[in-house]
């Protein structure tokens, strides 16, 4: 009944009538999520909580014409017109844009969903979110569209000037031989079919037919947990992006300026691997980029599903208890199993999301009205994002920890109980 009654009011709890401080988008955990501050998707360069930049761009090409559907940009001055935006919804577990472009050819929908479900361990530790893109024609004519996403290596430092390293993985390739940093500079970008939907790879990056393939991006210095104090963020880890369907699309870790130039002027990628690396973060600002091309959109929508995860390699150090792994390795052993995993049930996240929205909207607009539902749903959001779950291996026990990253890096203190626990 309450679902029903939630149902109903639907549209008012999407409306213009409620404007968060700060739209969240991934919100993995305390360092990898994105928050855009600003009334539009468009209007903002995508930060960190902290408003610390984390530039994340997405843009749209409409018969040759491009647009801009995600962030702004301020590493380069190439300029891409914004979309317009009709609504923005924010729900427990997901984001919800609806955009148009200028000359309402097509509609873009664009869902970031992280699987924050408080009694799911698994699926709530897994560092993997997705940014769901639903498109279709508007005019009833047939368009050339393609869809390109890009997370920059803003991601992975904790100061601009720190140098970074990229390359290209196949799903079964194992975190220690893509990231021995010995290597890093030579051997990662010798796979150059990343802007083709071949499976075709050299012999030092085999792969089964159908796996998942796309960038991966972090420092040459990889301190892991080397940093704390107030407002830091991760230096170490890797960020990895990739086209949930391993069939389809472009991918290409590299320049952010080459690629998006490239994309605006061709609808697709730099044919050639950016071998300058490493390089620090703030010279020529390397990112991982998708495209994924409809050469007739027509009014049935058509999917394009991005995954972006975050291995921080080792989560918390905790005393003489030495360093946990993040939860989620008790089931997947890789970012790459995990991301696999994540890829094959997007369908089924999306319900378990709508459902589980559904149900707790209800219950707080039941509790207390719709605006109470609407902040309920930023604080659970903003709550959800602060903890981190990790594994004990010594106790054979899961921990979770509320990770502070400011007040000098402190854990559990009461600043971050508290208001977690209204």
């Known amino acids: 009944m309450l679902q029903v009654l939630f149902a109903m009011l639907l549209p008012l709890l999407s409306g213009a009538a409620f404007r968060p401080p700060a739209i969240p988008l991934i919100t993995t955990d305390p360092y990898m999520q994105t928050w855009l501050m600003g009334d539009t998707a468009m209007s903002d360069v995508v930060r960190h909580w902290d408003q610390r930049s984390k530039e994340m761009l997405g843009l749209l090409r409409v018969d040759g014409v491009t647009y ?19 609504s923005v919804s924010v729900q427990p577990t997901r984001t919800i844009f609806r955009l148009r472009d200028p000359k309402g ?11 924050m479900f408080a009694s799911d361990y698994e699926r709530l530790s897994r560092p993997v979110s997705y940014v769901v893109h639903d498109i279709r024609s508007l005019s009833g004519s047939l368009h050339d569209v393609q869809l390109y996403f890009d997370a920059s290596a803003e991601h992975v430092v904790n100061s601009f000037s720190e140098e970074v390293v990229w390359g290209n993985f196949p799903a079964k390739e194992t975190p220690g031989s893509l990231h021995n940093n010995s290597n890093n500079s030579s051997n990662h970008n010798d796979d150059d079919d990343s802007n083709s939907n071949s499976n075709k790879k050299n012999n030092s990056n085999k792969e089964t037919p159908g796996s998942l393939r796309g960038g991966w991006m972090g420092t040459k210095a990889q301190q892991i947990l080397g940093i704390s ?20 699309g472009l991918f290409r870790a590299g320049s952010a300026k080459a690629h998006r130039t490239t994309f605006r002027l061709t609808g697709r990628l730099p044919e050639g691997p950016d071998s300058n690396q490493p390089r620090p973060c703030q010279t020529d600002l390397p990112a991982i980029s998708l495209v994924r091309g409809f050469p007739q959109l027509s009014a049935t929508p058509q999917r394009f599903t991005a995954l972006v995860g975050y291995d921080d390699v080792k989560s918390v150090r905790y005393y003489d208890e030495g360093d946990f792994s993040g939860f989620w390795t008790q ?10 995993a994540a890829a094959a049930e997007v369908e089924a996240m999306l319900e378990k999301s709508l459902s589980h929205d559904d ?9 207390a009205g719709l605006e109470y539902a609407q902040i309920g749903a930023l604080a659970y959001r903003q709550t959800l994002a602060a903890t981190k779950l990790v594994w004990n291996s010594k106790r054979s026990q899961m921990w979770n920890f509320l990770k502070e990253i400011s007040t000098n890096g402190d854990m559990q203190t009461m600043d971050v109980i508290f208001p977690a626990s209204p």
């Open 105 to 115: 050819l097509v509609e873009l929908k664009v869902t970031f969903l992280s699987t």
């Open 331 to 340: 089931k997947w052993k890789t970012i790459q199993e995990a991301m696999a």
């Open 359 to 367: 149900a707790l909207m209800a219950n707080m607009t039941t509790v």
């Open 68 to 86: 801009r559907y995600l962030g702004a940009i301020v590493n380069h001055s190439h300029s891409f017109p914004a979309m317009l935006q009709d």
């Open 229 to 248: 104090g107030d407002k830091t963020n991760i230096n170490y880890g890797y960020l990895y992006l990739a086209d949930a369907d391993p069939n389809s």
